[in-house]
């Protein structure tokens, strides 16, 4: 199994630029999520899902837009990139969405907004 | 959402066992409280998870108060490369609905 996978790793974009950061799990794990971690914080949750064509939101959604279309894929897209997306982002799955299950990580994706 | 409170950051000698305290006064009945660790530059990584009893696997154990209102985390015997932000989150349907919510954990350092 590869896991959980970000891409791409490093990206630098313009102030009002759109962009989509990919993640993709091959453990036919339901639940999926997206955090951003800023310098020297803790995890923020951004969107999760629960399964195939189901989303929420976490605590930080604004300027962002996700889709499950599959249960492998949960792409994370931002609109209109701002200075303060400037984070890392992480994506997270787990084999179910209760308690029990401990989540994966991806190896984040560093973005800059310029 | 239910929170959970950890120092800001702490210090252990290699080879010294390290127990690190969580708070979690408001936890419901069906949270389970799990702990994860981040390297430097790295993604968190799973460590443990409890309910109620006591759990232990290669890495590290948990210690459940009684009440459940706290925890700790146990490393028997802390090496260099325990030396990370180690996050305790109450994961369960009535915190916060399939939700994992990260406080800012606490940071461990480890002398040689």
Known sequence: ?114 | DAKTTQPNSMESNEEEPVHLPCNHSTISGTDYIHWYRQLPSQGPEYVIHGLTSNVNNRMASLAIAEDRKSSTLILHRATLRDAAVYYCILRGRTSGTYKYIFGTGTRLKVLA
């Open chain 1, 1 to 114: 199994n590869a896991g959980v996978t970000q891409t791409p790793k490093f990206q630098v974009l313009k102030t009002g630029q759109s962009m989509t950061l990919q993640c993709a799990q091959d453990m036919n794990h339901e639940y999926m999520s997206w955090y951003r971690q800023d310098p020297g914080m803790g995890l923020r949750l951004i969107h999760y899902s629960v399964g195939a064509g189901i989303t929420d939101q976490g605590e930080v959604p604004n300027g962002y837009n996700v889709s499950r279309s599959t249960t492998e894929d949960f792409p994370l897209r931002l609109l209109s990139a701002a200075p303060s997306q400037t984070s890392v982002y992480f994506c997270a799955s787990s084999l179910a969405s209760g308690g029990r299950d401990e989540q994966f990580f991806g190896p984040g994706t560093r973005l800059t907004v310029l």
